[in-house]
C-alpha cells in the first residue's frame, strides 16, 4: 500500500518537476520561495540526526507546523523506523524497506521522493525513536491525515486513531469533530468518543454515550456493551450502576436488531444476485424453448462460446480490462447467435414437432462444441480477468457490504432482460417472433417469412446465452464444462416460470435463488440445492405448466 | 400391429438375439477357460469384462426402449435406477469385505472408519445378507419410480417437462450422493470389492459366471419386456404413445399403465446396474451424472426404438465405438458421438433396424 503511495506520488513528483524544468527553461529564474521552503525542510529534518529524544519531539512539532508536502512521508517514515542519516555525507534519506535480511537498503529522496540509489547497513545511521516519540509521531500522521481533502483517508486514519487511544489523540478527535462535514467520518469520531466517554465517571455522559453507541454496529461497540453487564466471577456484576446496565443490555438488543435486520438485508441482495444468474442463464432458454419450442441442450455450450469469447476479446486487448468486457459483450452475442442461426438452418428446422428429438440432436452438438473447445483451447480452465471497477465491495455500513460485482450481476441481468423485452414488444422482429409462435399459417399468410423469423429468433435466444457467458466468464471458471454446469438450472427456471412467459422467467429465477440462499444457512450450499430441486419437482406435478401457465391458443403448440 | 404378437420363433429379429445371448452365455465361458491363453481363439479377462459391460448397457437400453419406444416417456434419468441397483449391490459387497479392509474393521466399512462413524447407519442394515441385498436392488429403484411416477402421471405432466424432471431428479440425486455425510461413501463410492457370494471377485471363473449370468438377466428381460409389449397391456401402452388423450377418453387408465410400465423398467434399469458393478469393480456417484442418461438414450435412438433388441444392439455398437475411440483417438470421440446423435436423430429416425428391411426382419 505504502509503496503504491510512493509510486504515484513518484510520478506525481516526476511531472510537476518536468513542470519545473519547463518553468525554468522558459522564464529563465528558479523559483526563490519554493526552493527555500525546501531547504528549511532538510535542514529541520537533519536536525533530527543528533538531537535527544526530547528535542526530537521539538523537531516533529515544528516539521508538522510547516505544512511542508513532505512532511507526512517523512513522519510515517520515522514512525516505522524507515529513517536514516547516511554517515558519509550526513544526508537523511528514508529507506524503501529496512527488513534484517537486506544486507543493503535502497534509499529514497525524502524531497523528491524517488530513488537514490543503495547504500550498505553499515553506512547508514538509523534515526531512532522510543515510546513516547512514537505517540506524538502517530498523533502528528494522524492530524495530517484527518485534515485530508480525501474522506477516504480521513475515515482510514479514525479508524487507525481508534485502535489506540489517548489524551493526545482523543483530543484530535474532538478538535476533528466540530469541523468534520463527511457523514461518514464523523459517525466513525462519534463512536470514538463515546467509546471514551464510556470510561468516564460522570453518569449523565456515560448515559448518553451508550445512547449514542445503541446505533454503532462495530463489533467491538458490541464486545464493549457486553462487558458491561458482564458478571464477575462472585457473581457480583461488574458495572456497579445498575442504570448503566439496563441502558447497555437495551442498546445490545437495539444492535443485535439492526444486525439481524441488515443480515436479512444481505441474505436477500445475495438470493437477488444468484437469482438474476439463474435468470440470465435461463432467458436466453426461454425464447428458444419457451416461444419455440425447442429444447436446445446445447444452451450452455452456447454460454460456453460466450465466456471464451470474452477471454478471446481479453486476450486480444491486452491493457484494457476494462473495456475488454464492454467489447465482449456485442462478441459474444455476435459468436453466439451467429452459432444459433447457423444451428437452427443446418439441424433444428428438420426437427420443428418433435421436441424429444430436438433435444437429442442438440444434445449431440453440445457435445460437439465441448470438444472443439478442448481442441482449440485445450481442456485446461481459461483465466479471464475481473476489471477493476467490478471488484471491491460498497460498505454501507459495519453490518452490509454489498460486492460489486454481485451488484454488476443484477443490473446486467435487469437491463439485458428490458432490452429482450423492448425487442419482442417494440421491434418488427419481436412482432414477427410473437406471430410466428402464436399462429405459423396466418403469420404466412399475412406475409411473415416464418423460416426466416425462426433462424432470428433462435439466434435471438442463442445470443443472450452468449450474453449470459460474459457474466458467467466473470464468476466462474471459464472450460468446456462450464454449459453443463447450468443447463439443468436454466431449464428448471423455464419450466418454474411457466413456459413463454418471460416475466415467469424473471420471477422464477429470482425466487429461485432467494429460496436456496435462505436455506442456506440451515442446510448447507448442497443440500439447499437439492432441497430446491426436489421443490420443484413437487411444484411441477401441482402446476405442470409452471407460475405463470400460457392460455389461449398459444399454449397448444407448446410442449 | 401384429408384429409383435408373434411367437418367438416367428420374430426373427428377437430369435437372433436370444441365440446371440445364449451363444454368449456359453461361449465366453468356453473361450476363456478351455482355450489355452496362446491360441487366437482365446478369450482375454479384458475383453470379457468389456462383453459382461456391454450387455448390462444392453439391459438398460431395453429398460429405456420399453418405456419410450413402446410407451412414449422419455426418461432422461434412468441412470438414477440403473445407478441405485449398482449401490444395493455394492453395499452388499461393501459388507462382504469385513475385516479385510484398510481399517480392519469388522463391520463398518474403510469410509466410515475414516469419517470416525461408530455404528452403521440403520440403512445398511441387512445388507450382509445376499437375498436382503437383492430384494433393495430391485425394490429401492421400485420405490423411487413409484412415488416419482405416481406423482407426474397422475397430475399429466408428459413430454418435455416429464424428460427435464427425470433429470432433474437424477441430478438432484447426484448432489446427494456427492455428500459425504449421505452414509454412501461420498465422492468416492464405493470400491475394492473382494467377493460375492463367497466366490472370489478377481478370479476369472467368477468372472465368467458373472458374464453368463448377465446373458441369462438380458435374455429373461428381453422376453419379459417382449411378453409385455405382446399382450393386451402392451397395446394399451403403445395406444397411449400414439394417442394419450384418446386412450384415455376410452376408458384405459392411462396413468396406472404408464405407472407400472415405468417401475417394470426403473426394476431392470436396476437390475442392470447390479449386475455391473461387481464386474467393473467400483460405484461412484458421477453414474447418476445427467449424460449418462442421456446417452442411454442415444442408443436406443441409435439402435431403433421400439423393437426392444434394437435397443440392446445400439447399446453395444455405440459402446463398441467409444471403447474404441477413447482408446485410439481419443479427441475424436465426443466429436464422433455428437455428429452420431445428430445424424441419426435427422436422418435415421427409426435408428438402425430402420435399414433393416421389414421383409428380412420379419416375414
Known sequence: MRQDELRTSNFEVRSSWLLALLLVAVVGVPHAGAQSADERFLATLGELREASFPDKEAIVERLSGTNHPRVRSALTAFLDDRLYSRVSDQKIFIVKSSDDSLSSLELIDPLSLQDAGSSARDGLDKIGTNNRLRKVLKTAVARFDLSSADPAVRLAAVTEVLRSLDDATIALLRQRFGVETDAGVKAEIDTGLALVALDGSDRKSRLDAIAALARKLRPEVRNRLASLIETSSDGSFVEQDEGVRRAAADAMRSIDRWRTFYSGIETLFFGLSLGSVLVLVAIGLAITFGVMGVINMAHGELMMLGAYTTYVVQLAMPGHIGVSILVAIPAAFLVAGGAGVILERTIIRFLYGRPLETLLATFGVSLVLQQLVRSVFSANNRSVETPAFMSGTLQFNEALALTYNRMYIVVFTLTVFAILLAVLKRTRLGLDIRAVSQNRAMARAMGVRSEWVDALTFGLGAGIAGVAGVALSQLTNVGPNLGQAYIIDSFMVVVFGGVGNLWGTMIGGLSMGIVNQLLEPYAGAVLAKILVLIALIMFIQRRPRGLFPQTGRAAEGVS | ?363
Request: net charge positive; charged share 15%.
Open chain 2, 1 to 363: 400391429m401384429n408384429e409383435d404378437r408373434r411367437s418367438i420363433v416367428e420374430d426373427r429379429g428377437g430369435f437372433a438375439f436370444l441365440a446371440l445371448l445364449a451363444a454368449a452365455a456359453i461361449l465366453v465361458p468356453v473361450l476363456n477357460r478351455a482355450v489355452p491363453a496362446g491360441s487366437p481363439l482365446h478369450l482375454s479377462t479384458y475383453a470379457l469384462t468389456l462383453i459382461g459391460k456391454y450387455m448390462c448397457y444392453a439391459m438398460l437400453a431395453l429398460a429405456v426402449d420399453l418405456i419410450w419406444g413402446y410407451c412414449g416417456i422419455l426418461s432422461l434419468g434412468h441412470a438414477a435406477f440403473f445407478s441405485l441397483g449398482g449401490y444395493a449391490m455394492g453395499m452388499y459387497l461393501m459388507r462382504q469385505i469385513g475385516p479385510r479392509g484398510v481399517y480392519g474393521d469388522p463391520v463398518l466399512p474403510d469410509f466410515m472408519v475414516f469419517l470416525n462413524w461408530k455404528s452403521l447407519p440403520w440403512f445398511w442394515l441387512g445388507f450382509d445378507r445376499f437375498w436382503f441385498a437383492l430384494a433393495m436392488m430391485a425394490l429401492v429403484p421400485a420405490l423411487l419410480a413409484l412415488i416419482f411416477g405416481w406423482l407426474a402421471f397422475r397430475s399429466r405432466v408428459t413430454g418435455v417437462y416429464l424428460s427435464i424432471m427425470t433429470q432433474a431428479l437424477s441430478y438432484a440425486l447426484m448432489l446427494a450422493f456427492f455428500r459425504n455425510d449421505m452414509g454412501f461413501g461420498g465422492n468416492n463410492g464405493f470400491t475394492d470389492f473382494k467377493d460375492l457370494l463367497g466366490f472370489d471377485l478377481h478370479e476369472d471363473g467368477t468372472r465368467v459366471a458373472l458374464v453368463s449370468a448377465t446373458a441369462v438377466a438380458l435374455a429373461l428381460s428381453f422376453l419379459a419386456c417382449r411378453a409385455i409389449v405382446a399382450s393386451r397391456a402392451g397395446r394399451v401402452i403403445r395406444a397411449i404413445r400414439d394417442a394419450e388423450s384418446r386412450t384415455r377418453f376410452l376408458g384405459y387408465r392411462v396413468e396406472s399403465y404408464k405407472l407400472w410400465i415405468f417401475i417394470f423398467s426403473a426394476v431392470i434399469a436396476g437390475a442392470a446396474g447390479a449386475l455391473y458393478v461387481p464386474q467393473v469393480g467400483i460405484i461412484n456417484p458421477s453414474e447418476f451424472a445427467p449424460i449418462n442418461s442421456i446417452e442411454v438414450v442415444i442408443w436406443v435412438a441409435v439402435g431403433g426404438r421400439g423393437t426392444l433388441y434394437g435397443a440392446a444392439a445400439g447399446a453395444v455398437l455405440v459402446n463398441y465405438a467409444k471403447t474404441f475411440f477413447t482408446g485410439a483417438l481419443p479427441e475424436v470421440w465426443l466429436y464422433a458421438l455428437g455428429a452420431l446423435f445428430v445424424l441419426v436423430t435427422l436422418f435415421l429416425p427409426r435408428g438402425l433396424m430402420g435399414l433393416v428391411p421389414a421383409g428380412v426382419r420379419a416375414e
